[in-house]
């Protein structure tokens, strides 16, 4: 026992026996705290975990229950993982490299919904801000930036939205009564016009009528026919009285046909002065087609024109989802960066001290493969047509460029005719990184991947999507594209449909097919998007059928309210103007007729007389031939 040095031994077992208890009882609480406290930082949102556990024996960690919460949506879960387990090898850890030949990633899910929210306490939330302040946010956060305002914009801009509103609401709004009545439609004001015409032409015509004394002229006939009904030629000395007597008659007659021509002037001018029925007509219809024409003029309906309805209504659904592909590419930037090719051959200090890479150096942290596993189901999603997945990811490393391999990952996933398959590659070994995200999904319904809601205006019920995806940053420079087809297309009717996603459900009924092809790049800040869709074309249709259908019953409506105020109206006037017109020539016609039968009269008279005179002549000549013979 004196060989034993206690003094020496005492504190190295009271050491061992700390460490051994800090190990056991602390450092699974502490690894998980600073854990947690780096997810934090990292995502901006709540990191949690159930539990960590590690091993001394075999250096092993094992994390159950991670979920990392979604800092843009703290009620939704960016990425939760029920088993996440990995060996270190041990001769690394003492230059502190941590080297996992591979991990294990067990029940993965994203996109989940959360019970609690996954925001940060405000006063470590502000103490991560000012952390931040001061460091440059780099090209990933201003190219999500830019990319964020380009999906607002598509959404908020979708002009066409605005303008089938203001013309629903024009249309509307239109009161016909009022606007016909505001309108002061010239075709009432020349009815007025007429109606009055009428009442001072009768007036003139009446004065003038009065002026025609008809019964002072029949008097005057009767008087001078019955003076002469005892018009006798008894004797050859009656025919100078007699035809005193005739040219009395004849002077009658002759100032009764004068007035008979007052009459029949008098009738032409009537005539030719309130005119034919049918040119009435004829002026009241042009002004009608007039005042139908100068309200449609002023009535303000808006300018539809079709525009690109694919990039409005699609555009801003794709580009939050490059975005959020875009968020975990900055992620490997950040953690995975590119290494220059100076610093792994040489760091330079200060005067001309030179530290040189070591041969076959390892970097500081290298995971040689990840096996992963999960579903595209979780809290809150549709897990009736969820699709479990695995994969793999192997060459992650914080160091790229010393490892000289890319990350590379392939994810497959399938379910009856529902399949996924995404292919990645995070080259980090160039001077220039380039990130590649490659995706195609088949049989897969537009609830699935989350389109089942185009703008708030058009639902899609069922289909079969088809998409074809490929995301690409090569150094700052995004270039990604899209191909989708969804066939036997189903739309629905939104739970209380307004006029506009009514209008967009009947012009899409017909629709069975959509395709769908879309580039985006961005470069230096500039995002050029585009979009092209047999949509379009089936949308313009559409809105020319709209307007023609909107305008056909506007136009309808507004010609019934004229015809309604004009027709009334007018048939007053008509009736006026017969009553005045007719009543004027009928009473002409009545004077005429009278004045005619007067002047046969004396015509007969006057040719009686002439007969009488002329056998008064004849009886004459015969006796005095008798006289002659008897001598």
Same mark, same amino acid.
């Given at each position: 026992m004196k060989f034993i040095r206690w003094k020496a031994v005492i504190p190295t077992v009271i050491i061992l026996t700390i460490a051994v208890i800090f190990t056991v009882f602390f450092a699974d609480g502490i690894i998980k705290k600073v854990t947690i406290n780096i997810g934090e930082s990292v995502f901006g949102a709540k990191v949690e975990i159930s539990s960590l556990k590690t091993k001394l024996k075999n250096m092993s960690v094992e994390i159950k229950g991670l979920q990392i919460a979604n800092k843009e949506d703290v009620w939704k879960n960016i990425l939760v993982i029920d088993r996440i387990g990995f060996s270190m090898e041990t001769i690394p850890l003492l230059s502190k490299?941590?080297?996992?030949?591979?991990?294990?990633?067990?029940?993965?899910?994203?996109?989940?919904?959360?019970?609690?929210?996954?925001?940060?306490?405000?006063?470590?939330?502000?103490?991560?801000?000012?952390?931040?302040?001061?460091?440059?946010?780099?090209?990933?956060?201003?190219?999500?930036?830019?990319?964020?305002?380009?999906?607002?914009?598509?959404?908020?801009?979708?002009?066409?939205?605005?303008?089938?509103?203001?013309?629903?609401?024009?249309?509307?709004?239109?009161?016909?009564?009022?606007?016909?009545?505001?309108?002061?439609?010239?075709?009432?004001?020349?009815?007025?016009?007429?109606?009055?015409?009428?009442?001072?032409?009768?007036?003139?015509?009446?004065?003038?009528?009065?002026?025609?004394?008809v019964d002072a002229k029949t008097k005057e006939i009767t008087d001078t026919v019955d003076g002469m009904k005892e018009l006798k030629v008894s004797s050859p000395a009656d025919i100078p009285s007699v035809k005193e007597k005739i040219s009395k008659l004849k002077e009658t007659q002759k100032s009764t046909e004068k007035l008979l021509e007052q009459i029949k002037t008098a009738k032409n001018n009537v005539t030719s002065d309130f005119g034919e029925e049918k040119d009435l007509l004829k002026k009241i219809n042009e002004l009608k087609n007039a005042d139908y024409n100068n309200i449609m003029s002023k009535l303000s309906?808006?300018?539809?024109?079709?525009?690109?309805?694919?990039?409005?209504?699609?555009?801003?659904?794709?580009?939050?989802?490059?975005?959020?592909?875009?968020?975990?590419?900055?992620?490997?930037?950040?953690?995975?960066?590119?290494?220059?090719?100076?610093?792994?051959?040489?760091?330079?200090?200060?005067?001309?001290?030179?530290?040189?890479?070591?041969?076959?150096?390892?970097?500081?942290?290298?995971?040689?493969?990840?096996?992963?596993?999960?579903?595209?189901?979780?809290?809150?999603?549709?897990?009736?047509?969820?699709?479990?997945?695995?994969?793999?990811?192997?060459?992650?490393?914080?160091?790229? *460029?010393?490892?000289? @391999?890319?990350? +590379?990952?392939?994810?497959?996933?399938?379910? %009856? $005719?529902?399949?996924?398959? #995404?292919?990645?590659?995070?080259d980090h070994t160039k001077e220039t990184s380039k990130d590649e995200i490659m995706m195609t999904?088949?049989?897969?319904?537009?609830?699935?991947?989350?389109?089942?809601?185009?703008?708030?205006?058009?639902?899609?019920?069922?289909?079969?999507?088809?998409?074809?995806?490929?995301?690409?940053?090569?150094?700052?420079?995004?270039?990604?594209?899209?191909?989708?087809? *969804?066939?036997?297309? @189903?739309?629905? +009717?939104?739970?209380?449909?307004?006029?506009? %996603? $009514?209008?967009?459900?009947? #012009?899409?009924?017909?629709?069975?097919?959509?395709?769908?092809?879309?580039?985006?790049i961005n470069k230096q800040g500039d995002t050029d998007f585009k979009v092209k869709s047999n949509l379009d074309d089936i949308f313009k249709n559409g809105i020319k059928s709209l307007i023609g259908e909107k305008l056909a019953e506007t136009k309808a409506k507004i010609k019934k309210e004229i015809d309604m105020q004009v027709e009334g109206k007018k048939k007053e006037m008509l009736a006026e103007f017969t009553n005045k017109k007719d009543g004027l020539l009928k009473n002409l016609t009545s004077k005429e007729q009278i004045l005619t039968t007067k002047t046969e009269e004396i015509k007969n008279k006057i040719s009686s007389a002439d007969e009488e005179i002329k056998k008064q002549g004849q009886q004459k000549i015969q006796k005095e031939m008798k006289g002659i013979f008897k001598k």
């Amino acid at each position: 026992m004196k060989f034993i040095r206690w003094k020496a031994v005492i504190p190295t077992v009271i050491i061992l026996t700390i460490a051994v208890i800090f190990t056991v009882f602390f450092a699974d609480g502490i690894i998980k705290k600073v854990t947690i406290n780096i997810g934090e930082s990292v995502f901006g949102a709540k990191v949690e975990i159930s539990s960590l556990k590690t091993k001394l024996k075999n250096m092993s960690v094992e994390i159950k229950g991670l979920q990392i919460a979604n800092k843009e949506d703290v009620w939704k879960n960016i990425l939760v993982i029920d088993r996440i387990g990995f060996s270190m090898e041990t001769i690394p850890l003492l230059s502190k490299k941590i080297i996992v030949n591979e991990m294990t990633a067990e029940g993965v899910e994203w996109g989940t919904a959360r019970k609690t929210s996954g925001a940060l306490p405000p006063r470590k939330k502000k103490k991560l801000e000012r952390k931040r302040n001061g460091e440059d946010t780099g090209i990933s956060d201003r190219m999500m930036a830019s990319l964020k305002n380009k999906a607002s914009e598509e959404a908020s801009n979708l002009a066409i939205i605005s303008d089938i509103k203001s013309f629903q609401k024009n249309i509307k709004d239109i009161d016909v009564k009022k606007l016909t009545d505001i309108a002061n439609l010239s075709s009432l004001k020349e009815i007025e016009k007429m109606k009055s015409s009428f009442g001072e032409k009768e007036t003139k015509y009446k004065n003038l009528i009065g002026e025609i004394n008809v019964d002072a002229k029949t008097k005057e006939i009767t008087d001078t026919v019955d003076g002469m009904k005892e018009l006798k030629v008894s004797s050859p000395a009656d025919i100078p009285s007699v035809k005193e007597k005739i040219s009395k008659l004849k002077e009658t007659q002759k100032s009764t046909e004068k007035l008979l021509e007052q009459i029949k002037t008098a009738k032409n001018n009537v005539t030719s002065d309130f005119g034919e029925e049918k040119d009435l007509l004829k002026k009241i219809n042009e002004l009608k087609n007039a005042d139908y024409n100068n309200i449609m003029s002023k009535l303000s309906v808006g300018d539809l024109s079709a525009g690109n309805i694919t990039k409005s209504l699609i555009g801003p659904i794709w580009l939050t989802k490059i975005n959020g592909t875009l968020y975990y590419v900055k992620l490997v930037r950040k953690y995975m960066p590119k290494s220059e090719k100076n610093k792994l051959l040489k760091k330079r200090l200060k005067g001309t001290n030179v530290v040189f890479a070591k041969e076959n150096e390892l970097p500081g942290l290298l995971v040689k493969n990840i096996v992963i596993s999960g579903t595209t189901g979780g809290e809150g999603k549709n897990n009736e047509s969820a699709i479990d997945f695995k994969g793999n990811v192997s060459d992650i490393t914080s160091n790229p *460029v010393l490892w000289g @391999k890319p990350t +590379t990952g392939k994810i497959t996933g399938k379910k %009856q $005719k529902k399949e996924i398959l #995404m292919n990645l590659i995070f080259d980090h070994t160039k001077e220039t990184s380039k990130d590649e995200i490659m995706m195609t999904v088949k049989g897969m319904t537009p609830r699935d991947i989350g389109v089942s809601n185009l703008g708030n205006i058009l639902f899609i019920d069922d289909g079969d999507v088809g998409i074809i995806a490929k995301f690409e940053m090569a150094g700052d420079e995004l270039n990604s594209q899209m191909a989708v087809k *969804v066939g036997n297309v @189903k739309f629905r +009717t939104a739970e209380k449909e307004n006029d506009t %996603q $009514k209008i967009f459900r009947q #012009m899409f009924k017909n629709v069975k097919d959509i395709n769908v092809e879309a580039k985006l790049i961005n470069k230096q800040g500039d995002t050029d998007f585009k979009v092209k869709s047999n949509l379009d074309d089936i949308f313009k249709n559409g809105i020319k059928s709209l307007i023609g259908e909107k305008l056909a019953e506007t136009k309808a409506k507004i010609k019934k309210e004229i015809d309604m105020q004009v027709e009334g109206k007018k048939k007053e006037m008509l009736a006026e103007f017969t009553n005045k017109k007719d009543g004027l020539l009928k009473n002409l016609t009545s004077k005429e007729q009278i004045l005619t039968t007067k002047t046969e009269e004396i015509k007969n008279k006057i040719s009686s007389a002439d007969e009488e005179i002329k056998k008064q002549g004849q009886q004459k000549i015969q006796k005095e031939m008798k006289g002659i013979f008897k001598k």
